[in-house]
Nanobody, 121 residues
Framework: QVQLVESGGGLVQAGGSLRLSCAASGRTYRMGWFRQAPGKDREFVAGFTWSVGSTYYADSVKGRFTISRDNTKNMVYLQMNSLKPEDTAVYYC?????????????????WGQGTQVTVSS
């Protein structure tokens, strides 16, 4: 099982930026960032496949968030710009062995512990 450790969360004002990092002990087929706000379901934010490299985003973050990776270090990043109060949530890094395209949390096999992002208005 791949171990994932997130870092980089914090408190930021609306319009600000944060960069989340995820250190992976190995590789799965695809990686994703998810978030969960209080009282809400966990939702997909951004993802990519290690081999193909194409990225995909939730409509709510498209144009503001960028997912990237460092292949040599097995690191995954989420650059978040133009943050809004509705982006407040615990953000999770996740890995999936699924070879089919998926953004469903239950199809992801490994999860980090999460990092809190709070955006004040």
């Amino acid at each position: 099982q791949v171990q994932l450790v997130e870092s980089g969360g914090g408190l930021v004002q609306a319009g600000g930026s944060l960069r989340l990092s995820c250190a992976a002990s190995g590789r799965t087929y695809r990686m994703g960032w998810f978030r969960q706000a209080p009282g809400k379901d966990r939702e997909f934010v951004a993802g990519f496949t290690w081999s193909v490299g194409s990225t995909y985003y939730a409509d709510s973050v498209k144009g503001r968030f960028t997912i990237s990776r460092d292949n040599t270090k097995n690191m995954v990043y989420l650059q978040m710009n133009s943050l809004k109060p509705e982006d407040t949530a615990v953000y999770y890094c996740a890995g999936s062995y699924a070879r089919f395209f998926t953004t469903t949390p239950s199809n992801f096999d490994s999860w980090g512990q999460g990092t809190q992002v709070t955006v004040s208005s």
